[in-house]
């Protein structure tokens, strides 16, 4: 009992200024996304487990969460089966529902279950937490909050410059100095396609996005070990020594990819994208990046990633296209975009470069001392009305020392102290303390309220 | 997998109107916790079994969602375990976390793990989901809302006046007239010591509360039945057939617990919260009623629930005092008070009553039709330009038909769509049209903002 209590491993506590920091991103995240037009929703924490099962590859059926049934959990299971300890089955046989591991499949789900009421294009976000039975590490917990937004029901590139545009308002809103990078799921098949490669898609794009490390003698040497023909690694080099600005790319790859029609698609779709995208004249750097491979099994056209150029942290936001968002639920042809911002890491970056402003630890504007019983009554009587007026103001609930009531108003970051000692409780008045200059003047309470409206 | 997908009974997807009301109610209770002083916490939804065992008797264990282990779930449990089947203990050794069933356990734990970095008292609100294996049924539900502000470390009354005083500003906000009902612990043990029943504290409440609906003597019919003396129910009389204004029943009670001191101490307690809160001039109603019994194992003084006075609901808002809050965790000595808001029902109160106000349904300001590229390029510029200036709005991705695109604005609750054609791309206007008049009107961009910002 006496224990000192703590949380599961992965897990956080959020203090008072922790919180009025992560507010601070999440409600500048939640303008942008009202201010572009996406709409909010909210599903369960807990999903069915035939939800989420099988859609996050083996591995991540190991990570999911999944709750044990209620009242006698044994009930589906024999004696066998449980002296037998087959896990994986008998998981299926303990547990009905799981933790959501992500927000895209359960809004995939949601699509799917709402179809009827929903307008298609659908444009959601959804900002709320996800669980993963992760080993935790530094910056990776268990429970931590995705920022989503995506379209479905829309092929139009439009949504991918949207997307793009609203990644840079964010940013710049948080005053974030970011690196956008943009592939093409359609470029990186086209050129497996071109040199003869199709099924090693994934060991390519992992190549290519080694050449700045090893050099590429050690990725040639990688590329044979996966078992690429001399020839198709001959036929590679091109690309692996790619350079020049994205136009300069663009042309090289489209010269690469003449003969793919996946890869003249992909190309297409990427000037479109970068040249939509430019022409609203926005700030962030996009850079056409042909080792962006995130998310490659399920993305398949654009892929999206931005990273901060002023802290070392990796991906703060990623997304793409999945041409079958919802198949996997039975209906097929819904075509969705999206992104999601890494909130815990966004976080990391803000605290690093120290981007809050002041104003967001705050706390009331102003404590009343409490003196005892009448003048706190008259404290809280003022309290009131500068509350109906938008003021945030307290007062101390105890009468305790004076020195006590100021350590606490220091402490708490109130910038400014109210007085209503037996003087003042005749008079009318009010002496309102500046806390940070620690000059002090007497006022009445319309003299305080106009000094805190203005 | 092509079974039309669902979510695990009790629980809800909230759809964008649905989000819309959520958060208005969310944004004002938030609004005026931080206009009160109380600061933001969040806590895991994941917290350790042992931190939620024992805190809400024998039943409560049993609606905890418990989390299976990772890993082999099995290791700590024999076969002969197993094939036992003694469930309670085989949880124990199957799972190790659970999902948190209320706010108060969790911010007692919070406190006593944090002890050294807060500042004494301390007032915190936390909004979050809960989750309970309760039957779901009409209003009940396995995942949702609680909305708590307590206090802790302070056992001044201003402390209740102040919560008093919040629940009052909530509900004037959100348009809800309500009745609060206040009761004293310590008047509710006087009574049951008095009349020589201390034992029976729980059944002469449920009785007092049952008088006007089942008359006098059916109400003494049960009290037989529960063993109290007839000596004991003859004193009761006066306390059950108790009438009037609160000060009428003060003092009625004042007079049948003067040999009390509990009694008399709990009378006080009761005078000053129901006095301090009167003198500060609140449109709420508040009763003192011996028949509220909320929370009557945890509660140790004042006890507050608030109901609708328009709708049947039950509460909508309930709290108290209890002395022992960290108790639990070791660290006696820290008393505390709070309430919490039935976010839920309080939404029911809300679409019963229609009281949300029209604009939180409006999804963008503006939505610009989408005729190809060259027009969807400029319009996107717009677009871009007045998001800049905090103007909602949002192009339609696709260059689909006329109708599809203004079934879209209609559905959405678009109010105006923003029409570039041809004409008004050589032009560098915009024709807008009032969705709701029907009229439109020629303008150009700088007009529009003006006409959005005025």
Known sequence: MAQKPSIPKGTRDFSPIEMARRNYIFDTIKRSFKLFGYKHIETPAVENLSTLMGKYGEEGDKLLFKILNSGDFLK?????????????????????????????????????????????????????????ADRPQKGRYREFYQCDADVVGSDSLNNEIELLSLIDTVFSDLGIRILIKVNNRKILAGIAETIGESEKIVDITVAIDKIDKIGIENVN???????????????????????????????????????????????????????????????????????????????????????????????????????????????SGLSGVGISFGADRIYDVMNQLDLYPS????????????????????????????????????????????KKQMTYADSENIPY??????????????????????????????ELIDKFTV
């Open 76 to 132: 589906n299971a024999s004696d066998e089966e449980l002296t037998e300890r087959a896990l994986p089955k008998l998981t299926n046989k303990l547990c009905e529902k799981g933790l959501r591991y992500d927000l895209t499949v359960p809004f995939a789900r949601f699509v799917v279950q709402h179809r009827n009421e929903l307008q298609m294009p659908f444009k959601r976000f959804q900002i709320q937490p996800v669980w993963r």
């Open 221 to 331: 040497s990688e590329l044979r070990e996966k078992g690429l023909s001399e020839n198709a690694i001959g036929k590679l080099r091109p690309i692996l020594e790619m350079q020049g600005s994205n136009d300069e790319k663009l042309n090289l790859m489209a010269e690469f990819l003449k003969d793919s029609e996946t890869g003249m698609k992909g190309i297409e779709e990427m000037r479109t994208v970068l040249d939509g995208f430019d022409r609203l004249g926005h700030e962030s750097i996009v850079e056409a990046d042909l080792s962006l491979a995130r998310g490659l099994n399920y993305y398949t056209g654009t892929i999206i990633e931005a990273k901060a150029r002023d802290v070392e942290i990796g991906s703060i936001t990623g997304g793409g296209r999945y041409d079958n968002l919802t198949g996997v639920f039975g209906v």
């Open 359 to 402: 104003s967001i630890t705050e706390s009331v504007k102003i404590l009343f001392v409490n003196f005892g019983d009448s003048e706190a009554l008259q404290s809280m009587k003022y309290v009131r009305i500068l509350r109906s007026a938008g003021i945030s103001a307290e007062i101390y609930p105890d009468s305790a020392k004076m």
């Open 417 to 446: 102290v109210g007085i209503v000692g037996e003087t003042e409780l005749n008079d009318g008045t009010i002496v309102v303390k500046n806390m940070i200059e620690g000059k002090q003047e007497t006022l009445t309470l319309q």
